[in-house]
């Protein structure tokens, strides 16, 4: 996939604002924050793009799985996707506030619904602001829409698909958060290319030459497989390697805390 087909630059989204089936989402997680700090939500309240929805991961997660993040089973997820606005027509563009894995997530999600129509604006809230764009404040919701799901199957795996990958020489594994806590513990057998290597401070992918050079040892694979601690993170790596050309790539969904939490194999160092 070519890179325009995956990011979207701050100064071509100035001229979409007013198009009809242009979709805007804040899809903003605040990973770290303390007890007092504002939400992602509140963050949003206080300052979004103009016309720009929330976009809620936890409406997104199985909340029958024992695991955060969990995809949501097709059919609810194609309830979901069309609850929050987008239609099978849409122009869809997902931002964050300086965490661009959480977008890239987003963007994962709908591309494995069948959304065809979806980017990433790079560089986030900061680059539009850079651009010379509007920010607005108070809450924007969509009409829901109708969205039927046509399942891009493999571009999520689960951890049997993980153990067969593991003892297959022609697929890669790869944790992608950074070096130390691949240390602290990793999946047996996997390697490791920290996202923040793909990336110009948390919140825009670097350029293709720069992309294709750090992900030059992974492409040998015939597949690969990308994971961190909830599937975040690793659809940074998936969808850098989309755009450096190597499309047979997959995200570990349940990723290391699954991993950990049904007892599999990981060792440290």
């Known amino acids: 996939m070519k890179r325009d087909t995956i990011l979207i630059e701050a100064d071509e989204l100035l001229t979409k604002l007013e198009q009809p089936n ?77 965490v661009l894995p959480c977008a890239t997530r987003a963007w994962w999600l709908l591309r494995y619904a069948g959304h065809n129509n979806v980017r990433v604006l790079n560089g986030g809230l900061a680059a539009w602001q850079e651009a010379g764009g509007e920010i607005e404040q108070g809450a924007r919701q969509y009409s829901p829409a109708n969205f039927t799901a046509r399942l891009r199957a493999d571009m999520f795996v689960n951890k049997e698909e993980v153990q067969a990958a593991l003892a297959d020489d022609r697929v890669g594994t790869v944790y992608t958060l950074p070096p130390d806590m691949y240390k602290a513990g990793q999946i047996v057998g996997s390697t490791s290319l920290s996202c923040m290597e793909l990336m110009q401070g948390m919140d825009c992918l670097l350029s293709d030459d720069v992309l294709a050079a750090r992900l030059a040892e992974e492409a040998r694979y015939e597949r690969i497989i990308t994971y961190c601690g909830g599937g975040i993170a690793a659809t940074v790596n998936a969808m850098a390697h989309l755009i450096a050309g190597n499309e047979n790539v997959a995200v570990y969904d349940g990723s290391l805390t699954e991993w950990v939490g049904e007892g599999l194999p990981t060792t440290k160092g």
């Open 22 to 98: 242009v979709r805007i989402y804040d899809a903003t997680i605040l990973f770290f924050a303390g007890e007092s700090d504002l939400s992602a939500y509140e963050q949003y309240l206080q300052a979004h793009i103009p016309g720009a929805a929330f976009f809620d991961h936890q409406d997104f997660s199985d909340s029958g799985s024992a695991y955060m993040y969990t995809i949501l089973p097709e059919a609810d997820l194609a309830a979901q996707i069309g609850q929050v606005g987008i239609g099978e027509d849409a122009e869809v563009i997902f931002y964050t506030s300086g």
